[in-house]
Protein backbone atom coordinates (compact mmCIF):
# COMPACT_ATOMS: atom_id res chain seq x y z
CA UNK A 1 0.00 0.00 0.00
CA UNK A 2 1.39 3.38 -1.06
CA UNK A 3 1.79 6.08 1.63
CA UNK A 4 -1.15 7.94 -0.02
CA UNK A 5 -3.32 5.50 0.74
CA UNK A 6 -2.21 4.67 3.76
CA UNK A 7 -2.97 8.40 4.99
CA UNK A 8 -6.26 8.19 3.08
CA UNK A 9 -7.64 5.32 5.33
CA UNK A 10 -6.23 7.19 8.47
CA UNK A 11 -8.56 10.33 7.28
CA UNK A 12 -11.32 8.10 6.74
CA UNK A 13 -10.48 6.33 10.08
CA UNK A 14 -10.47 9.53 11.53
CA UNK A 15 -13.31 11.04 10.30
CA UNK A 16 -15.59 8.17 10.69
CA UNK A 17 -15.68 8.65 14.56
CA UNK A 18 -17.04 11.82 14.27
CA UNK A 19 -20.40 13.29 13.10
CA UNK A 20 -21.98 13.72 10.24
CA UNK A 21 -18.97 11.69 9.05
CA UNK A 22 -20.14 8.93 10.96
CA UNK A 23 -23.22 8.46 9.09
CA UNK A 24 -21.93 8.96 5.22
CA UNK A 25 -21.39 6.93 2.17
CA UNK A 26 -17.75 5.22 2.32
CA UNK A 27 -17.26 6.49 -1.20
CA UNK A 28 -18.27 10.15 0.22
CA UNK A 29 -15.47 9.69 2.76
CA UNK A 30 -13.00 8.63 0.27
CA UNK A 31 -13.86 11.81 -1.76
CA UNK A 32 -13.26 13.87 1.00
CA UNK A 33 -9.97 12.25 2.64
CA UNK A 34 -8.08 12.82 -0.72
CA UNK A 35 -8.80 16.52 -0.90
CA UNK A 36 -7.92 17.46 2.76
CA UNK A 37 -4.86 18.86 3.01
CA UNK A 38 -3.28 19.24 7.18
CA UNK A 39 -2.27 22.71 8.33
CA UNK A 40 -0.61 23.45 11.54
CA UNK A 41 -1.62 27.01 13.66
CA UNK A 42 0.27 27.83 16.63
CA UNK A 43 -1.42 29.20 19.61
CA UNK A 44 -3.08 32.33 19.45
CA UNK A 45 -2.72 32.60 15.18
CA UNK A 46 -6.03 33.77 13.66
CA UNK A 47 -7.16 31.10 11.37
CA UNK A 48 -10.34 33.43 9.57
CA UNK A 49 -12.03 36.60 10.53
CA UNK A 50 -14.89 38.50 8.74
CA UNK A 51 -11.92 40.87 7.06
CA UNK A 52 -10.86 37.67 5.09
CA UNK A 53 -13.70 37.59 3.00
CA UNK A 54 -15.46 34.59 2.09
CA UNK A 55 -13.58 31.26 3.37
CA UNK A 56 -11.20 29.43 0.81
CA UNK A 57 -11.85 26.17 3.54
CA UNK A 58 -13.76 24.52 5.53
CA UNK A 59 -11.88 23.50 8.15
CA UNK A 60 -12.36 20.02 10.43
CA UNK A 61 -10.10 20.26 13.86
CA UNK A 62 -7.64 17.38 13.98
CA UNK A 63 -6.28 18.11 17.12
CA UNK A 64 -6.04 21.03 19.23
CA UNK A 65 -8.60 23.34 19.79
CA UNK A 66 -10.23 26.51 18.31
CA UNK A 67 -12.15 29.57 19.88
CA UNK A 68 -14.50 31.43 18.63
CA UNK A 69 -15.71 34.80 19.65
CA UNK A 70 -18.70 36.09 19.00
CA UNK A 71 -20.86 32.52 18.19
CA UNK A 72 -23.14 31.70 20.17
CA UNK A 73 -25.84 32.71 23.49
CA UNK A 74 -27.82 35.55 24.26
CA UNK A 75 -28.33 39.25 23.67
CA UNK A 76 -25.53 41.97 24.18
CA UNK A 77 -23.09 39.38 25.59
CA UNK A 78 -19.25 39.09 24.06
CA UNK A 79 -19.74 35.28 23.79
CA UNK A 80 -16.84 32.46 23.00
CA UNK A 81 -17.38 28.67 21.77
CA UNK A 82 -14.64 26.39 21.83
CA UNK A 83 -14.15 23.68 19.12
CA UNK A 84 -12.62 20.88 19.93
CA UNK A 85 -11.52 17.42 17.98
CA UNK A 86 -13.88 16.18 15.11
CA UNK A 87 -15.97 19.51 14.95
CA UNK A 88 -16.02 22.19 11.76
CA UNK A 89 -16.25 25.73 10.70
CA UNK A 90 -17.68 27.96 9.40
CA UNK A 91 -20.48 25.90 8.26
CA UNK A 92 -23.01 29.39 7.69
CA UNK A 93 -20.29 31.11 5.70
CA UNK A 94 -18.77 28.31 3.88
CA UNK A 95 -22.57 26.85 2.86
CA UNK A 96 -23.11 30.78 1.73
CA UNK A 97 -19.86 32.00 0.20
CA UNK A 98 -19.56 34.86 2.39
CA UNK A 99 -17.63 36.30 5.02
CA UNK A 100 -17.79 34.68 8.39
CA UNK A 101 -19.60 36.67 11.23
CA UNK A 102 -16.92 35.25 14.12
CA UNK A 103 -13.30 35.57 14.61
CA UNK A 104 -11.67 31.59 14.63
CA UNK A 105 -8.33 31.59 16.51
CA UNK A 106 -6.26 28.48 17.87
CA UNK A 107 -6.87 28.01 21.17
CA UNK A 108 -3.70 25.93 21.56
CA UNK A 109 -1.23 24.56 19.02
CA UNK A 110 -3.64 23.31 16.40
CA UNK A 111 -3.85 21.12 13.41
CA UNK A 112 -7.10 21.41 11.21
CA UNK A 113 -7.83 19.85 7.84
CA UNK A 114 -8.96 22.31 5.49
CA UNK A 115 -11.16 21.56 2.35
CA UNK A 116 -11.45 23.50 -0.63
CA UNK A 117 -14.35 25.88 -1.24
CA UNK A 118 -15.11 23.96 -4.53
CA UNK A 119 -14.81 20.56 -3.05
CA UNK A 120 -17.37 21.18 -0.01
CA UNK A 121 -19.78 22.53 -2.38
CA UNK A 122 -19.48 19.16 -4.28
CA UNK A 123 -19.95 17.47 -1.29
CA UNK A 124 -22.81 19.05 -0.35
CA UNK A 125 -24.86 17.95 -3.51
CA UNK A 126 -23.59 14.37 -3.62
CA UNK A 127 -23.96 13.44 0.12
CA UNK A 128 -27.11 13.83 1.31
CA UNK A 129 -25.90 13.23 4.78
CA UNK A 130 -23.36 16.02 4.82
CA UNK A 131 -26.44 18.45 3.12
CA UNK A 132 -28.64 17.84 5.55
CA UNK A 133 -26.40 18.47 8.71
CA UNK A 134 -25.01 21.73 7.46
CA UNK A 135 -28.59 22.47 6.71
CA UNK A 136 -30.13 21.07 10.24
CA UNK A 137 -26.93 23.50 11.31
CA UNK A 138 -28.63 26.89 9.84
CA UNK A 139 -32.35 25.81 10.93
CA UNK A 140 -31.36 25.22 15.16
CA UNK A 141 -29.26 28.38 14.91
CA UNK A 142 -32.45 30.05 13.69
CA UNK A 143 -34.56 28.56 16.47
CA UNK A 144 -32.63 29.20 18.73
CA UNK A 145 -32.74 32.90 18.18
CA UNK A 146 -36.39 32.91 17.76
CA UNK A 147 -36.40 31.25 21.18
CA UNK A 148 -34.11 33.97 22.65
CA UNK A 149 -36.18 36.39 21.59
CA UNK A 150 -39.67 35.09 22.39
CA UNK A 151 -38.05 34.94 25.78
CA UNK A 152 -37.03 38.20 26.38
CA UNK A 153 -40.92 38.97 25.62
CA UNK A 154 -41.93 36.76 28.26
CA UNK A 155 -40.37 38.58 31.03
CA UNK A 156 -42.55 41.48 30.12
CA UNK A 157 -45.44 39.12 31.15
CA UNK A 158 -44.04 36.09 33.79
CA UNK A 159 -47.57 36.36 35.16
CA UNK A 160 -48.80 35.28 32.05
CA UNK A 161 -49.04 31.47 31.15
CA UNK A 162 -48.08 30.93 27.84
CA UNK A 163 -50.16 30.43 24.91
CA UNK A 164 -48.77 27.36 23.61
CA UNK A 165 -50.10 25.20 26.36
CA UNK A 166 -51.96 22.00 25.58
CA UNK A 167 -55.78 22.07 26.04
CA UNK A 168 -54.66 18.72 27.85
CA UNK A 169 -53.30 20.85 30.30
CA UNK A 170 -56.43 23.59 30.94
CA UNK A 171 -58.91 20.80 31.70
CA UNK A 172 -59.87 21.40 35.36
CA UNK A 173 -62.41 18.81 35.73
CA UNK A 174 -64.58 15.84 34.23
CA UNK A 175 -67.21 17.61 31.45
CA UNK A 176 -70.85 17.50 32.05
CA UNK A 177 -72.35 15.31 29.53
CA UNK A 178 -76.05 13.21 28.79
CA UNK A 179 -77.21 11.01 26.17
CA UNK A 180 -79.79 13.27 23.47
CA UNK A 181 -82.68 11.51 25.02
CA UNK A 182 -81.96 13.04 27.90
CA UNK A 183 -84.69 15.74 28.87
CA UNK A 184 -84.15 19.20 29.54
CA UNK A 185 -85.13 18.99 33.28
CA UNK A 186 -82.48 16.54 33.86
CA UNK A 187 -79.94 18.06 32.49
CA UNK A 188 -80.73 21.44 33.92
CA UNK A 189 -80.51 19.81 37.45
CA UNK A 190 -77.20 17.78 36.27
CA UNK A 191 -75.78 21.26 35.25
CA UNK A 192 -77.18 23.37 38.51
CA UNK A 193 -75.33 20.15 40.71
CA UNK A 194 -71.61 20.34 38.93
CA UNK A 195 -72.36 24.36 38.15
CA UNK A 196 -71.25 23.69 34.99
CA UNK A 197 -72.22 26.30 31.88
CA UNK A 198 -72.07 23.72 29.45
CA UNK A 199 -73.81 20.34 29.03
CA UNK A 200 -72.01 18.18 25.98
CA UNK A 201 -74.33 15.57 24.46
CA UNK A 202 -72.15 12.89 23.24
CA UNK A 203 -72.88 9.06 21.76
CA UNK A 204 -70.39 6.10 22.74
CA UNK A 205 -68.14 9.18 24.48
CA UNK A 206 -68.51 11.14 21.10
CA UNK A 207 -69.62 14.64 21.08
CA UNK A 208 -72.76 15.32 18.90
CA UNK A 209 -74.11 18.39 20.45
CA UNK A 210 -73.67 20.85 23.27
CA UNK A 211 -76.25 23.66 25.55
CA UNK A 212 -74.37 26.33 26.89
CA UNK A 213 -76.47 28.62 29.56
CA UNK A 214 -76.36 31.26 26.64
CA UNK A 215 -78.71 29.33 24.74
CA UNK A 216 -81.17 28.89 27.30
CA UNK A 217 -83.29 32.23 27.29
CA UNK A 218 -83.76 32.36 23.25
CA UNK A 219 -84.22 28.34 23.14
CA UNK A 220 -85.73 27.68 25.95
CA UNK A 221 -87.43 30.23 28.44
CA UNK A 222 -89.26 32.35 25.09
CA UNK A 223 -90.48 29.84 23.31
CA UNK A 224 -91.42 28.49 26.41
CA UNK A 225 -90.10 24.78 26.01
CA UNK A 226 -91.69 22.22 27.97
CA UNK A 227 -89.19 20.62 30.10
CA UNK A 228 -89.70 17.06 29.04
CA UNK A 229 -88.33 17.78 25.61
CA UNK A 230 -85.33 15.99 24.92
CA UNK A 231 -82.00 17.63 24.94
CA UNK A 232 -81.00 16.77 21.17
CA UNK A 233 -83.87 18.63 19.95
CA UNK A 234 -82.44 22.02 21.35
CA UNK A 235 -78.74 21.66 21.78
CA UNK A 236 -76.68 22.98 19.14
CA UNK A 237 -75.33 20.26 17.19
CA UNK A 238 -71.45 19.34 15.45
CA UNK A 239 -70.11 21.46 18.03
CA UNK A 240 -66.36 22.75 17.20
CA UNK A 241 -63.99 20.42 18.84
CA UNK A 242 -59.69 20.35 18.69
CA UNK A 243 -57.42 17.54 19.48
CA UNK A 244 -56.18 17.67 23.14
CA UNK A 245 -52.77 18.15 22.09
CA UNK A 246 -54.01 21.54 20.25
CA UNK A 247 -52.69 24.56 21.81
CA UNK A 248 -54.44 27.89 23.84
CA UNK A 249 -53.71 29.43 20.74
CA UNK A 250 -55.53 27.11 18.84
CA UNK A 251 -58.65 27.69 20.89
CA UNK A 252 -58.69 31.48 21.00
CA UNK A 253 -58.14 32.07 17.28
CA UNK A 254 -61.26 29.43 16.59
CA UNK A 255 -63.09 31.65 19.00
CA UNK A 256 -62.27 34.43 17.46
CA UNK A 257 -62.80 33.50 14.38
CA UNK A 258 -66.15 31.46 14.79
CA UNK A 259 -67.97 33.48 17.25
CA UNK A 260 -67.86 30.50 19.71
CA UNK A 261 -67.61 30.35 23.34
CA UNK A 262 -66.54 26.88 23.93
CA UNK A 263 -63.90 24.07 22.38
CA UNK A 264 -64.31 20.48 23.09
CA UNK A 265 -61.19 18.76 23.66
CA UNK A 266 -61.03 15.47 22.48
CA UNK A 267 -58.42 12.21 21.82
CA UNK A 268 -57.28 10.78 18.71
CA UNK A 269 -61.14 8.64 18.51
CA UNK A 270 -62.86 11.30 19.07
CA UNK A 271 -64.15 10.94 22.54
CA UNK A 272 -64.45 14.26 24.90
CA UNK A 273 -61.68 15.01 26.95
CA UNK A 274 -62.98 17.84 28.52
CA UNK A 275 -64.90 21.60 27.66
CA UNK A 276 -62.30 24.96 27.06
CA UNK A 277 -64.74 27.77 27.79
CA UNK A 278 -63.72 31.86 27.48
CA UNK A 279 -63.27 31.99 30.97
CA UNK A 280 -60.83 29.09 31.02
CA UNK A 281 -58.21 31.01 28.55
CA UNK A 282 -59.05 34.37 29.97
CA UNK A 283 -58.20 33.32 33.27
CA UNK A 284 -54.82 31.68 32.07
CA UNK A 285 -54.27 34.53 29.67
CA UNK A 286 -55.43 37.82 31.44
CA UNK A 287 -57.13 38.90 28.10
CA UNK A 288 -59.90 40.75 26.85
CA UNK A 289 -60.62 38.46 23.74
CA UNK A 290 -64.36 37.92 24.64
CA UNK A 291 -64.82 41.49 25.73
CA UNK A 292 -63.38 43.01 22.17
CA UNK A 293 -64.87 40.16 19.95
CA UNK A 294 -68.29 41.32 21.93
CA UNK A 295 -67.57 44.83 21.46
CA UNK A 296 -66.70 44.43 17.51
CA UNK A 297 -69.63 42.29 16.51
CA UNK A 298 -72.52 44.41 18.51
CA UNK A 299 -70.82 47.82 17.69
CA UNK A 300 -73.75 50.30 16.27
CA UNK A 301 -71.25 52.83 15.15
CA UNK A 302 -67.67 53.48 13.85
CA UNK A 303 -66.86 55.00 17.20
CA UNK A 304 -66.76 51.46 18.79
CA UNK A 305 -64.98 49.82 15.87
CA UNK A 306 -62.41 52.76 16.20
CA UNK A 307 -61.43 51.83 20.09
CA UNK A 308 -62.29 48.70 19.42
CA UNK A 309 -58.99 48.51 17.13
CA UNK A 310 -57.02 50.08 19.49
CA UNK A 311 -57.75 47.32 21.97
CA UNK A 312 -56.85 45.10 19.60
CA UNK A 313 -53.19 46.60 18.81
CA UNK A 314 -52.55 46.28 22.67
CA UNK A 315 -54.01 42.74 22.75
CA UNK A 316 -51.63 41.58 20.44
CA UNK A 317 -48.72 43.68 21.90
CA UNK A 318 -49.67 40.87 25.07
CA UNK A 319 -49.63 38.03 23.38
CA UNK A 320 -46.12 39.24 21.71
CA UNK A 321 -45.29 39.65 25.14
CA UNK A 322 -45.97 36.26 26.52
CA UNK A 323 -43.51 34.84 23.54
CA UNK A 324 -46.79 34.14 21.03
CA UNK A 325 -45.12 33.15 17.55
CA UNK A 326 -45.34 35.27 14.68
CA UNK A 327 -46.79 32.94 12.21
CA UNK A 328 -49.77 32.91 15.32
CA UNK A 329 -49.82 36.13 15.57
CA UNK A 330 -49.98 37.47 12.12
CA UNK A 331 -53.17 35.13 11.86
CA UNK A 332 -54.45 36.67 15.12
CA UNK A 333 -54.14 39.55 13.63
CA UNK A 334 -55.31 39.41 10.42
CA UNK A 335 -58.54 37.15 11.70
CA UNK A 336 -59.50 40.07 14.31
CA UNK A 337 -58.96 42.43 11.69
CA UNK A 338 -61.45 40.44 9.62
CA UNK A 339 -64.19 40.74 12.32
CA UNK A 340 -63.29 44.80 12.40
CA UNK A 341 -63.99 44.69 8.15
CA UNK A 342 -66.94 42.63 8.52
CA UNK A 343 -68.34 44.96 10.87
CA UNK A 344 -67.52 47.62 9.23
CA UNK A 345 -69.52 46.24 6.05
CA UNK A 346 -72.63 44.72 8.26
CA UNK A 347 -72.93 48.88 9.15
CA UNK A 348 -72.69 49.97 5.86
CA UNK A 349 -74.80 47.27 4.03
CA UNK A 350 -78.38 48.32 5.52
CA UNK A 351 -77.47 51.91 3.56
CA UNK A 352 -77.48 49.97 0.11
CA UNK A 353 -79.94 48.50 -1.95
CA UNK A 354 -77.59 45.27 -2.83
CA UNK A 355 -80.47 42.88 -2.46
CA UNK A 356 -80.28 40.99 -5.80
CA UNK A 357 -76.71 41.41 -6.28
CA UNK A 358 -74.39 38.07 -5.17
CA UNK A 359 -70.90 39.99 -4.50
CA UNK A 360 -67.96 39.03 -2.27
CA UNK A 361 -65.67 41.62 -0.57
CA UNK A 362 -61.78 40.42 -1.38
CA UNK A 363 -58.73 40.63 0.68
CA UNK A 364 -55.64 41.07 -1.47
CA UNK A 365 -52.30 41.36 -0.30
CA UNK A 366 -50.91 40.73 3.59
CA UNK A 367 -54.34 40.50 4.65
CA UNK A 368 -55.37 38.08 1.40
CA UNK A 369 -51.96 35.79 3.09
CA UNK A 370 -53.23 36.12 6.82
CA UNK A 371 -49.80 37.69 7.53
CA UNK A 372 -50.77 41.37 8.83
CA UNK A 373 -48.33 42.99 11.15
CA UNK A 374 -49.16 46.13 13.49
CA UNK A 375 -48.82 48.23 10.24
CA UNK A 376 -50.82 47.62 7.54
CA UNK A 377 -53.42 49.46 4.71
CA UNK A 378 -56.26 48.40 2.82
CA UNK A 379 -56.11 46.12 0.10
CA UNK A 380 -59.43 45.55 -0.98
CA UNK A 381 -61.65 44.43 -3.79
CA UNK A 382 -65.19 43.78 -5.01
CA UNK A 383 -66.72 40.54 -7.19
CA UNK A 384 -70.19 40.29 -8.17
CA UNK A 385 -73.15 38.93 -10.34
CA UNK A 386 -76.18 40.22 -11.28
CA UNK A 387 -78.50 39.39 -14.25
CA UNK A 388 -78.93 43.71 -14.25
CA UNK A 389 -76.43 45.23 -16.36
CA UNK A 390 -73.30 46.77 -15.07
CA UNK A 391 -73.94 50.54 -16.01
CA UNK A 392 -77.02 50.02 -13.48
CA UNK A 393 -75.60 48.65 -10.41
CA UNK A 394 -71.78 49.14 -10.45
CA UNK A 395 -72.65 52.90 -9.27
CA UNK A 396 -74.85 51.43 -6.44
CA UNK A 397 -71.47 48.80 -5.67
CA UNK A 398 -69.28 51.35 -5.16
CA UNK A 399 -71.05 53.75 -3.28
CA UNK A 400 -71.00 51.32 -1.08
CA UNK A 401 -67.10 49.97 -1.26
CA UNK A 402 -66.22 53.81 -1.05
CA UNK A 403 -68.57 54.06 2.17
CA UNK A 404 -66.52 51.00 3.57
CA UNK A 405 -63.41 51.81 2.55
CA UNK A 406 -64.09 55.23 4.23
CA UNK A 407 -64.89 53.33 7.33
CA UNK A 408 -62.00 51.47 7.66
CA UNK A 409 -59.72 54.32 7.27
CA UNK A 410 -61.29 55.58 10.57
CA UNK A 411 -61.07 52.43 12.43
CA UNK A 412 -56.94 52.52 11.67
CA UNK A 413 -56.57 50.99 8.13
CA UNK A 414 -54.91 53.52 6.10
CA UNK A 415 -56.25 54.22 2.54
CA UNK A 416 -53.97 52.51 0.44
CA UNK A 417 -51.57 54.95 -1.48
CA UNK A 418 -51.84 52.66 -4.96
CA UNK A 419 -55.65 52.70 -4.72
CA UNK A 420 -55.95 48.65 -4.35
CA UNK A 421 -59.06 49.37 -2.92
CA UNK A 422 -62.92 48.69 -3.24
CA UNK A 423 -63.67 51.89 -4.04
CA UNK A 424 -61.33 51.83 -7.25
CA UNK A 425 -63.82 50.83 -10.77
CA UNK A 426 -61.16 48.75 -11.43
CA UNK A 427 -61.28 46.79 -8.91
CA UNK A 428 -64.96 46.14 -8.14
CA UNK A 429 -65.85 44.36 -11.52
CA UNK A 430 -68.07 41.28 -11.92
CA UNK A 431 -66.76 37.53 -11.95
CA UNK A 432 -66.12 37.42 -15.59
CA UNK A 433 -64.36 40.62 -15.59
CA UNK A 434 -62.13 39.61 -12.78
CA UNK A 435 -61.44 36.53 -15.28
CA UNK A 436 -60.74 38.12 -18.06
CA UNK A 437 -58.34 40.23 -16.04
CA UNK A 438 -56.83 37.37 -14.15
CA UNK A 439 -56.88 35.16 -17.66
CA UNK A 440 -54.88 38.92 -19.30
CA UNK A 441 -52.08 38.83 -17.11
CA UNK A 442 -51.53 35.48 -17.82
CA UNK A 443 -51.55 35.00 -21.53
CA UNK A 444 -49.83 38.47 -22.35
CA UNK A 445 -47.79 39.37 -19.43
CA UNK A 446 -46.06 42.67 -18.88
CA UNK A 447 -43.32 42.48 -16.84
CA UNK A 448 -44.38 46.11 -15.07
CA UNK A 449 -47.72 45.13 -14.71
CA UNK A 450 -47.47 41.79 -13.39
CA UNK A 451 -45.62 43.58 -10.79
CA UNK A 452 -48.22 45.45 -10.05
CA UNK A 453 -50.66 42.79 -10.41
CA UNK A 454 -49.10 39.86 -8.01
CA UNK A 455 -50.93 41.37 -5.20
CA UNK A 456 -54.01 40.20 -6.51
CA UNK A 457 -52.96 36.57 -6.53
CA UNK A 458 -53.36 36.70 -3.00
CA UNK A 459 -56.95 36.96 -2.77
CA UNK A 460 -59.23 35.65 0.38
CA UNK A 461 -63.08 36.06 0.71
CA UNK A 462 -64.13 38.36 3.80
CA UNK A 463 -67.68 38.65 3.44
CA UNK A 464 -70.85 38.05 1.31
CA UNK A 465 -70.69 35.33 -1.40
CA UNK A 466 -67.45 33.60 -0.59
CA UNK A 467 -68.35 30.76 -4.11
CA UNK A 468 -67.19 34.07 -6.08
CA UNK A 469 -64.05 33.93 -4.32
CA UNK A 470 -63.62 30.80 -4.53
CA UNK A 471 -64.55 30.03 -8.42
CA UNK A 472 -62.09 33.41 -9.07
CA UNK A 473 -59.29 31.09 -7.76
CA UNK A 474 -59.88 27.91 -9.17
CA UNK A 475 -59.77 30.24 -12.63
CA UNK A 476 -56.80 31.29 -11.80
CA UNK A 477 -54.90 28.09 -10.71
CA UNK A 478 -56.60 26.34 -14.04
CA UNK A 479 -54.79 28.93 -16.10
CA UNK A 480 -51.78 29.40 -14.44
CA UNK A 481 -50.77 25.84 -13.65
CA UNK A 482 -50.93 25.38 -17.54
CA UNK A 483 -49.04 28.50 -18.50
CA UNK A 484 -45.06 27.92 -17.88
CA UNK A 485 -44.48 31.46 -19.67
CA UNK A 486 -46.03 33.37 -17.47
CA UNK A 487 -44.60 31.24 -14.52
CA UNK A 488 -40.70 31.74 -15.68
CA UNK A 489 -41.86 35.57 -16.23
CA UNK A 490 -43.75 35.45 -12.44
CA UNK A 491 -40.39 34.09 -10.99
CA UNK A 492 -38.25 36.79 -12.93
CA UNK A 493 -40.33 39.34 -10.93
CA UNK A 494 -39.95 37.64 -7.72
CA UNK A 495 -36.00 37.53 -8.49
CA UNK A 496 -36.31 41.30 -9.32
CA UNK A 497 -35.93 41.57 -5.53
CA UNK A 498 -32.18 41.26 -4.38
CA UNK A 499 -30.77 39.39 -1.25
CA UNK A 500 -29.61 42.34 1.00
CA UNK A 501 -26.39 40.77 2.00
CA UNK A 502 -23.10 41.93 0.54
CA UNK A 503 -19.47 40.30 -0.80
CA UNK A 504 -17.35 42.35 1.69
CA UNK A 505 -19.84 43.58 4.49
CA UNK A 506 -22.41 41.82 6.02
CA UNK A 507 -25.78 43.37 4.89
CA UNK A 508 -26.14 45.99 1.84
CA UNK A 509 -28.81 48.88 3.83
CA UNK A 510 -30.16 51.76 2.54
CA UNK A 511 -30.33 55.55 3.76
CA UNK A 512 -33.73 56.86 5.63
CA UNK A 513 -33.94 60.82 6.38
CA UNK A 514 -30.39 61.07 5.65
CA UNK A 515 -28.99 58.30 8.18
CA UNK A 516 -27.46 55.29 6.15
CA UNK A 517 -27.38 52.00 7.98
CA UNK A 518 -31.46 50.42 7.59
CA UNK A 519 -32.69 47.62 6.40
CA UNK A 520 -36.51 47.25 4.86
CA UNK A 521 -37.43 44.03 6.14
CA UNK A 522 -40.54 43.77 4.59
CA UNK A 523 -39.17 44.74 0.83
CA UNK A 524 -35.49 43.47 1.42
CA UNK A 525 -36.66 40.67 3.98
CA UNK A 526 -40.20 39.06 4.00
CA UNK A 527 -41.05 39.76 0.09
CA UNK A 528 -37.97 37.62 -0.77
CA UNK A 529 -39.89 34.42 0.91
CA UNK A 530 -43.85 36.07 -0.14
CA UNK A 531 -42.87 36.42 -3.77
CA UNK A 532 -41.06 32.77 -4.42
CA UNK A 533 -44.11 30.78 -2.33
CA UNK A 534 -46.47 32.62 -4.70
CA UNK A 535 -44.74 31.63 -7.86
CA UNK A 536 -44.46 27.94 -6.17
CA UNK A 537 -47.50 27.54 -5.29
CA UNK A 538 -49.34 28.80 -8.56
CA UNK A 539 -47.05 27.08 -10.84
CA UNK A 540 -48.40 23.70 -8.73
CA UNK A 541 -52.17 24.24 -8.29
CA UNK A 542 -51.83 25.31 -4.61
CA UNK A 543 -54.64 27.25 -3.38
CA UNK A 544 -53.66 28.36 -0.10
CA UNK A 545 -52.30 32.09 0.15
CA UNK A 546 -50.31 32.17 3.52
CA UNK A 547 -46.92 32.14 2.80
CA UNK A 548 -45.66 29.52 4.89
CA UNK A 549 -48.52 27.03 3.98
CA UNK A 550 -47.62 28.00 0.34
CA UNK A 551 -44.09 26.91 0.85
CA UNK A 552 -45.41 23.59 2.76
CA UNK A 553 -47.53 22.37 0.39
CA UNK A 554 -45.60 23.19 -2.91
CA UNK A 555 -41.90 22.52 -1.72
CA UNK A 556 -42.61 18.73 -1.87
CA UNK A 557 -43.38 19.31 -5.56
CA UNK A 558 -40.71 21.35 -6.53
CA UNK A 559 -38.15 18.91 -5.04
CA UNK A 560 -36.91 20.83 -1.99
CA UNK A 561 -35.57 18.49 0.56
CA UNK A 562 -37.77 18.58 3.94
CA UNK A 563 -34.51 19.90 6.06
CA UNK A 564 -33.87 22.90 3.81
CA UNK A 565 -37.93 23.67 3.56
CA UNK A 566 -37.84 23.77 7.85
CA UNK A 567 -35.18 26.52 7.13
CA UNK A 568 -36.53 28.18 4.84
CA UNK A 569 -39.92 28.30 7.17
CA UNK A 570 -37.88 29.35 10.55
CA UNK A 571 -35.69 31.89 8.39
CA UNK A 572 -39.18 33.67 7.27
CA UNK A 573 -40.90 33.45 11.02
CA UNK A 574 -38.21 35.17 12.47
CA UNK A 575 -37.65 37.82 9.64
CA UNK A 576 -41.54 38.29 10.92
CA UNK A 577 -40.57 38.30 14.71
CA UNK A 578 -38.01 41.45 13.54
CA UNK A 579 -41.02 43.10 12.28
CA UNK A 580 -43.10 42.49 15.04
CA UNK A 581 -40.87 43.22 17.87
CA UNK A 582 -39.72 46.64 15.73
CA UNK A 583 -43.13 47.96 15.33
CA UNK A 584 -44.63 47.44 18.86
CA UNK A 585 -42.07 49.75 20.14
CA UNK A 586 -43.92 52.73 21.03
CA UNK A 587 -41.09 55.23 19.39
CA UNK A 588 -41.74 53.66 16.11
CA UNK A 589 -43.32 56.11 13.08
CA UNK A 590 -45.45 54.60 10.74
CA UNK A 591 -42.71 55.63 8.08
CA UNK A 592 -40.33 53.10 9.54
CA UNK A 593 -42.63 50.91 10.29
CA UNK A 594 -40.26 48.15 8.60
CA UNK A 595 -37.17 50.20 8.92
CA UNK A 596 -34.63 48.02 10.92
CA UNK A 597 -31.22 49.90 12.43
CA UNK A 598 -28.94 46.90 11.69
CA UNK A 599 -26.44 48.51 14.13
CA UNK A 600 -29.05 47.82 16.89
CA UNK A 601 -28.77 44.41 16.40
CA UNK A 602 -27.20 41.85 19.48
CA UNK A 603 -24.33 40.05 17.56
CA UNK A 604 -26.70 36.51 17.95
CA UNK A 605 -29.84 38.56 15.85
CA UNK A 606 -27.29 39.67 13.71
CA UNK A 607 -25.93 36.67 12.53
CA UNK A 608 -29.21 34.91 12.26
CA UNK A 609 -30.32 38.10 9.83
CA UNK A 610 -27.43 36.92 8.17
CA UNK A 611 -28.74 33.45 8.40
CA UNK A 612 -32.09 33.55 7.36
CA UNK A 613 -31.24 36.47 4.11
CA UNK A 614 -29.39 33.20 3.18
CA UNK A 615 -32.22 30.76 3.21
CA UNK A 616 -33.99 33.84 0.86
CA UNK A 617 -30.96 33.74 -1.69
CA UNK A 618 -31.35 29.43 -1.20
CA UNK A 619 -35.36 30.10 -2.47
CA UNK A 620 -34.22 32.20 -5.28
CA UNK A 621 -31.63 30.10 -6.10
CA UNK A 622 -34.44 27.36 -6.24
CA UNK A 623 -36.64 29.52 -8.37
CA UNK A 624 -33.49 30.59 -10.65
CA UNK A 625 -32.68 26.79 -11.30
CA UNK A 626 -36.35 25.51 -11.94
CA UNK A 627 -36.97 28.19 -14.55
CA UNK A 628 -33.28 28.71 -16.34
CA UNK A 629 -33.21 32.50 -15.10
Known sequence: MTANATLCLATVEFLSKH????????????????????????????????????????????????????????????????????????IGAASGDRPTVNRYTAAEDTFCYQLASADFHRLLQQSSEFNRFCTAYLATLLGQTHLNMQQSFQQKALEQQGMAASLSRLIRREPITCPPDTSLAEAFTAMHAARAGSMVITEAGVPIGI???????????????PLDTPISQVMTPSPFTLSEHATAYDATLAMATRGIRH???????????????????????????????????????????????????????????????????????????????RQVIALTLPKHDLHDIQWCWLAFGSEGREEQTFSTDQDNGLVYLSERPDDEIKPTLLAFAAEVVAGLDQCGFPLCQGHIMASNPDLTLSLEAWQ??????????????????????????????????????????????????FQHMLAGNALSSHVPLGLVRDFVTETHQGQSGWLDL??????????????????????????LSRLEQAAPKSGIHPDV??????????????????????????????????????????????????????????LKTRYSL
Open 19 to 90: APFDTMRAEDLTFIAKRLALAYYPEGHIVLEPEMGAPAYFYIVQRGAIRVDGATSGPSQDTHALLEEGECFP
Open 211 to 225: LTQSDLLPRVLLPNT
Open 263 to 341: VLAVDGAGRLRGVISERDLFAMQRVGLRELRQRIEHATDLANLVQAGQDLRQLSYNLLAQGLGPEQLTQFVSAMNDCIV
Open 436 to 485: RKFSHWISSPDPKALLAATIFFDLRPLAGDESLAQRLTKHLLQHVSSNTM
Open 522 to 547: KKSGARLFVDPARVLALAHGVAATNT
Open 565 to 622: LHAMLDAFRFIQLLRLRLQQEPHTEKSRANLLRVDELNPLERRMLKESLQQARRLQSH
